[in-house]
């Protein structure tokens, strides 16, 4: 009877740390690097990234069946000069936690860390040096 109680005891914790392990994040996007603008899904099923792949800017893109929809600015400053764009320069990974991205310069391999939020205050883009 002991060992079935520790077999029980073992199995439900084995289970609920279990559900605790983080997912690696999940990216769906097109196949076509020629292209201006790629939107980047969040795990928020109603806020997208629009990415400007040429130069880096970025804008938060929410959705709504209701009339909260909106398209706000994350940052319009361009990372590189106008003779420096190119269709596909810049890509967005996301990671694990609900409101970052990793913005990455595939040209020269400069990074950002790209916060969304839906309070200004929060929203952020900060050079990873």
Not at 24 to 29: E, K, R, T
Not at 57 to 75: D, G
């Amino acid at each position: 009877m002991k060992k079935l109680l520790q077999f029980i005891f073992i199995f439900l914790t084995t289970i609920l740390f279990s559900q605790n392990i983080s997912q690696p994040p999940i990216q769906n996007i097109s196949t076509d690097n020629d292209v201006v603008f790629r939107l980047f899904s969040t795990k928020n099923m109603y806020t997208f990234i629009k990415l400007n792949t040429r130069n880096g800017q970025m804008w938060q893109v929410q959705w709504s069946t209701q009339s909260n929809q909106f398209e706000t600015p994350l940052s319009l400053k361009s990372l590189v000069s106008d003779e420096e764009e190119i269709n596909g320069r810049f890509f967005l990974y996301p990671t694990t936690n609900l409101y970052n991205f990793i913005l990455i310069d595939q040209t020269d391999g400069r990074v950002w860390q790209v916060q969304w939020s839906s309070e200004i205050k929060e929203r952020m883009v900060i050079r990873i040096n």
